[in-house]
């Protein structure tokens, strides 16, 4: 699938009500603002703790794990990893600290996510991170059976250059029209990347982490406070850093 192929004939259609949220949503960024002049503290507790969630949920979800106490002191840059586990957690963070530092300074190009995957796996000495991937993959969903089922194959080694190549401009493309809400086109390079799926490993992490990259050029900060990743809810997470501003200001 190329959403930036033939955008119109993907978006155009959308329902209005999801576009005015949408753009709704690009509004509140005064809103971002104006809020952190007024807490600054509280936005400090909420980004210590964001960041935590953030390495913790999106590593879970490959199954990348550790105790609380280890996560903490990995993202606080206190400790060395142990293992590999700890190893692919710090390097979670370390991307993170790159993105919340100069997110909107860094060039949204195919050579600077593959500088940031090389980041990723930076504790590992993984010889492949830092470029794509040089042997074809599949995705595939294991049952709780045993069975494995494929569930697409991605695009092939040959052509993952020029399908990088052409997603960043398509994407360019419709980000300079300011056509379409921009956290509507960070959905759709999103797909399209995880279509391609550009790395032999970290196409997941790498997706979130774009994610939070691609909200920052577009001006949103929310990113630095509330953890996207995993399957709870920014609400929820909004909930939880709330309730941790409130212990430690108390």
Do not use: C
């Not at 494929?150 to 020029?162: C, L, Y």
């Amino acid at each position: 699938m190329s959403t930036f192929g033939d955008i119109d004939r993907h978006l155009a259609l959308l329902p209005t009500d999801l576009v005015s949220m949408l753009t709704r949503v690009h509004e509140a960024r005064g809103r971002e603002q104006l809020f952190s002049r007024q807490n600054p503290e509280g936005l400090e507790v909420l980004r210590q703790v964001a960041l935590v969630q953030s390495a913790e949920a999106s590593n879970a979800i490959e199954n990348i794990r550790a105790p609380r106490a280890r996560i903490e002191a990995l993202v606080a840059d206190t400790t060395k990893p142990e293992n590999r586990s700890e190893a692919e957690i710090a390097g979670y963070r370390y991307v993170l600290d790159q993105l919340h530092a100069s997110a909107a300074d860094i060039p949204f190009e195919p050579r600077y996510v593959e500088q940031l995957h090389g980041y990723l796996y930076r504790f590992t000495g993984d010889r492949d991170a830092g470029q794509f991937k040089r042997l074809d993959n599949t995705v595939e969903e294991r049952h709780p059976d045993g069975a494995v089922v494929e569930r697409f194959t991605p695009v092939s080694v040959e052509r993952t250059p020029q399908a990088m190549d052409d997603l960043h401009r398509g994407f360019h493309g419709a980000w300079g029209q300011s056509r379409y809400p921009e956290v509507l086109l960070t959905a759709a390079y999103v797909l399209d990347f995880l279509v391609i799926h550009p790395f032999r490993d970290g196409n997941g992490r790498m997706s979130r982490l774009i994610t939070l990259w691609l909200l920052y050029l577009a001006g949103h900060d929310v990113g630095r406070f509330v953890s996207g990743e995993g399957h709870r809810s920014f609400e929820g997470d909004l909930l939880r850093g709330a309730r941790e501003v409130d212990r430690r200001l108390a």
